[in-house]
Structure formats: structure tokens, C-alpha cells
């Protein structure tokens, strides 16, 4: 099984700061098979990005995905408050996992 | 408006026994692959369940192994997944997802069932 690692596990930042979500995982993910996604209290989780860089529909370009192997990187250019949230990394290359995720919370 | 709507959640005691069911609308359902994914409360998401447009490829998680059995009926655009023998553990918030083909992400999400298992 494809252990994810997420950090930090809670981001405390202000709107308009860039935030940087990090994904490690315990063997090389092929293909790039890396999503993230974002969840609101209550409510389910929203794909935001897939193949690692690509952004699903309808998601801003403040979102941007990075990373190749086993090590990934989610990137968000300038809070806006409706991002504060847990995001959640995903491999879908053996199987699927889920990473514990990462809490960014307004500062 | 593409839509998955999971029923079926409860209060079940240890050992019991539930039907989750999941309806799909606003999208050729026939033409998807369809998961369950559950969140203990308090806790991050784990990949329960997978079933291909045909049903004809299974896959369930190692937790639940031998207990839950997924299931499509392409005609009434609705998967399914029985849970045998619940524990504890396995209380959650039981989420119904699709993904476009196996090696694709989960682009739409139900809004959740509560499954609570308890005496």
C-alpha cells in the first residue's frame, strides 16, 4: 500500500498569503496519478486538481498543482476565505489512498 | 444537474448488518466507474469500495475485506454496498464517488450517508 504523508498538518495564514500544501509518498506514484482535493465542514470533499497539475473544472487558477515520483506539492497563490478548508491528497496509481490532510485555518 | 445521492445509513448494532444504496442522476451512469469512500468522525478519508461501469471488476479495501460487497444495477443508475458483520470502526460517513474510468480521480461526490455502529 502507498503510504501518503501530508504537512504541515495545520497551515495558519492570513487572506491574500500563498499557501503551500505538501504530499510525500512512501513509493514513487506513476503517471502522476496524484489528486487533491478540498473539504468544507460538512460537506463533501471537491476535486481541485488531478494528474498531479491539472485543475478540474471550474476550479480558479489561484490553484496549482506541482511534483512528479513522491513528492507533491499544492500551491494556492492568494487566500481568498472561502479556501479555508482541509485539503487532502489522493493516489489513485496502486489501489487508492488518501493522505491525513492539512488544515488551513485563518490566522 | 449531475448528482449522486446516497440513503440506507443508521444506527446498527455490532455484528448487524446494512445496505448503503447511492442514485445517480444528470449523467449517463452506465459509462462510469463508482466508489465508496467513508470519514470516521474527526478523521481523514479512506477508499472503502470500487466497482467498473460494467460491474464486472471488484475491488474492496483490506479493512473491510470479506464484509462489505459493492454492487451496480445500470438500469436503475444505482451502486450499492452491504456491510456484514459492522464493528465499531467502521462508523462513518459513507460517501458515494465517481471516477471517469480506473485510473481517473473522483470527480463528483454524494453528500454522505452516517453509518453508526453501536450497542
Known amino acids: 500500500e502507498i503510504v501518503l504523508t501530508q504537512s504541515p498538518g495545520t497551515l495558519s495564514l492570513s487572506p491574500g498569503e500563498r499557501a503551500t500544501l505538501s504530499c510525500r509518498a512512501s513509493q514513487s506514484i506513476s503517471s502522476s496519478y496524484l489528486a487533491w482535493y478540498q473539504q468544507k465542514p460538512g460537506q463533501a470533499p471537491r476535486l481541485l486538481i488531478y494528474?498531479?497539475?491539472s485543475r478540474a473544472t471550474g476550479i480558479p487558477d489561484r490553484f496549482s498543482g506541482s511534483g512528479s515520483g513522491t513528492d507533491f506539492t499544492l500551491t494556492i497563490s492568494g487566500l481568498e476565505p472561502e479556501d479555508f478548508a482541509v485539503y487532502y491528497c489522493q493516489q489513485y496509481s496502486n489501489s487508492r489512498t488518501f493522505g491525513q490532510g492539512t488544515k488551513v485555518e485563518i490566522k | 444537474e449531475v448528482q449522486l445521492v446516497e440513503s440506507g445509513g443508521g444506527l446498527v448494532q455490532p455484528g448487524g448488518s446494512l445496505r448503503l444504496s447511492c442514485a445517480a442522476s444528470?449523467?449517463?451512469?452506465?459509462?462510469?466507474?463508482m466508489n465508496w469512500v467513508r470519514q470516521a468522525p474527526g478523521e481523514g478519508l479512506e477508499w472503502v469500495s470500487y466497482i467498473s461501469s460494467s460491474g464486472n471488476n471488484i475491488y474492496h479495501a483490506d479493512s473491510v475485506k470479506g464484509r462489505f460487497t459493492i454492487s451496480r444495477d445500470n438500469a436503475k443508475n444505482s451502486q450499492y454496498l452491504q456491510m456484514n458483520s459492522l464493528r465499531a470502526e467502521d462508523t462513518a460517513i459513507y460517501y458515494c464517488a465517481r471516477s471517469e474510468g480506473f485510473w481517473d480521480p473522483f470527480d463528483i461526490w454524494g453528500q454522505g450517508t452516517t453509518v453508526t455502529v453501536s450497542s
Open positions: 494528474g498531479a497539475s
Open positions: 444528470g449523467f449517463t451512469f452506465s459509462r462510469y466507474e
